[in-house]
């Protein structure tokens, strides 16, 4: 990291007195927000397995300097977590009232006690309009990037990026903000700011992970971006339950194929899970894909590093495997579907193993859309099985995967695919899907509750419910939460959590029983090749322009240029 960053580490305490109280009531009624760190749920009548309800932030706020369609009621991009001690209850996060432009006017944190039935919700004040007070850590315009974790003691995490003005545009800041829970969800601290940066860098994708084998280790983790296109993986660490936290510190620097004067080189959705069985049981891996532009043309891979000792010390990466995304379109409208086209997702299992799932236009016809493709590892992250597309119908795009290994080793993928799409240009029909292995080679699928019309889903740079969601597991069952859209423009999509009785093995899978993985890419004529990878370069173009707008004049140069 240079000097010019503006690392803090927060000693902000929770709000206390009644004269904080008053003022965290006001902000409460004045712009929608829950009332302060002890803030109760959110009252509503609950809808069975839907987890959001209609939004609790004021009409008319915008958090600052209004800019882009603020679709109110639209719930996206939701992640959950299950308390290891008492199965059935779940945490889960999303954002709430998703701009068109980036970010949205809150975060919302639900729990569930009842394996995903029923739901109580808390806006958090980790943005003006979820109700952070004037000078507070909230203090944002936007937040985005909802997540959260539950450690082996019960207590609960949440973690959210925050940031105010155009993306490194003068004046503009982010920031990572994270609180924590000690009564399973109901109640939360307030917000703790990990990391604050001027218009020189922008803190990006963040997820946190509470170590299952060391109650109180607590791992954050995302990168931060240089204006000319570098990327580090940065971490955060608390030792003791989320009460502090580090000074944030990069623990990975990608340099491109052919040295670091090369070209450019950034990391993009940094995750870390903690190995559980064998003799390497507490180790750290963190997986990232890792973008590299050189000579103008950019690519990407998926890799890991590992730690030994809770994210003291880091390894030299170990590479995964090429990630050749193209990115999800409406084929009738030509519509851009927004999705998890550049980021990998990975989980444990309880035998010290690991699976790492994304998307990749290889193992497609063409190579002219996307399937879902899983590796795994034996060793801990050391080496790793050639990738194999486990999506059941080859010919249709299929997306934004989400992985989660159950207690008995069973490993579940859940994504979204447009088998069911037609000719019709007004509509987009997609459906999503959890497939089952306890190899990895032959997949079982079931339908995850019924199909919606993503052309209903909010506009932003694509047609977005996220570019991820989540995936827990209640004994056999898998439980996932997801936002799907409604046929209703004033309450475009909710976050749902689909019933699990309709995803256990016991069911069989309604489009026929068990499939294998297709083990090999397809081969691809040199003109298609040449297709494919000029739709690549476009694909992580446009994701990342959308993210960190100027970043294609990055791509087009090629070289990273200095910071002034």
């Known amino acids: 990291m240079t000097h010019k960053n503006e690392l803090t580490r927060s000693a902000i305490a929770g709000v206390a007195g009644a004269a904080a109280m008053a003022i965290a009531m006001w902000l409460a009624v004045a712009c929608g927000g829950s009332d302060d760190a002890g803030a109760p749920g959110i009252p509503e009548t609950p809808v069975p397995r839907q987890a959001s309800g209609p939004s609790p932030i004021a009409a008319g706020c915008t958090g600052g300097v209004a800019s882009g369609t603020a679709y109110v009621n639209a719930e996206v991009e939701p992640w959950v977590a299950a308390d290891p001690r008492e199965p059935n209850r779940l945490v889960g996060a999303w954002q709430q009232d998703r701009w068109s432009n980036g970010g949205a006017r809150g975060l919302v944190t639900a729990l569930s006690t009842d394996g995903g039935a029923t739901w109580v919700r808390t806006l958090q004040p980790m943005s003006r309009c979820g109700g952070a007070a004037a000078g507070s850590a909230g203090d944002f315009e936007r937040v985005s990037d909802p997540w959260v974790d539950i450690g082996p003691d019960g207590v609960v995490y949440a973690m959210g990026l925050v940031a105010t003005g155009a993306v490194l545009a003068p004046g503009s800041t982010s920031g990572m903000l994270a609180s924590r829970s000690t009564d399973g969800g109901r109640t939360w601290s307030a917000p703790v700011l990990l990391i604050r940066d001027g218009a020189d860098f922008f803190n990006d994708k963040n997820t946190l992970t509470a170590d299952p084998t060391a109650a109180g280790f607590v791992y954050a983790v995302w990168d931060r971006i ?327 004049r990055w791509a087009r140069a090629g070289a990273q240029t200095p910071l002034r």
Not at 395 to 403: E, Q, R, S
């Open 226 to 552: 240089e204006r000319g296109g570098s990327g580090p993986a940065v971490l955060a660490r608390s030792a003791d339950g989320g009460v502090t936290w580090d000074v944030p510190r990069a623990i990975f620097t990608p340099v491109p194929p052919g040295g670091a004067g090369a070209g450019i080189s950034q990391t993009i959705g940094n995750r870390i899970v903690v190995l559980r069985g064998g003799v390497e049981t507490g180790a750290l891996v963190n997986v990232f894909t890792q973008i590299d532009v050189v000579g103008g043309v950019a690519s990407a891979r998926i890799g890991i590093v590992r730690s030994l000792d809770k994210g003291q010390s880091w390894s030299a990466p170990v590479y995964v495997a090429d990630q050749r995304s193209v990115g999800t379109l409406d084929a009738a409208s030509g519509q851009r579907v927004r999705d998890g086209a550049i980021l990998p997702t990975i989980a444990a299992g309880p035998r010290g193993e690991l699976w790492a799932a994304w998307q990749d236009a290889r193992f497609t016809p063409g190579g002219t859309h996307d399937a879902i493709v899983i590796a795994g590892s034996s060793d801990g992250g050391r080496n790793w099985s050639a990738p194999r597309a486990i999506n059941r119908v080859a010919a249709a795009p299929a997306f934004t995967p989400a992985v989660h290994v159950r207690a008995d080793g069973v490993v579940g993928v859940l994504h979204l695919d447009l088998r069911n799409d037609t000719p019709a240009a007004a509509t987009l029909p997609a459906n999503a899907w959890l497939l089952r292995s306890r190899d990895g080679v032959d997949w079982a699928e079931s339908e995850v509750g019924t199909g919606f019309d993503l052309a209903f889903a909010p506009n932003a740079g694509g047609l977005f419910v996220g570019d991820y969601h989540g995936l827990v597991s209640i004994g056999s069952a898998f439980v996932p939460l997801l936002a799907t859209t409604n046929a209703d423009t004033a309450n475009r999509t909710d976050v749902r959590a689909p019933s699990i009785e309709a995803l256990a093995d016991a069911r069989a899978a309604p489009s026929g029983g068990v499939a294998a993985a297709r083990t090999q890419a397809q081969k691809l004529t040199a003109a298609e090749q040449a297709l494919l990878a000029h739709a690549h370069h476009a694909a992580i173009v446009e994701l990342m322009e959308q993210r960190i707008p100027g970043w294609q």
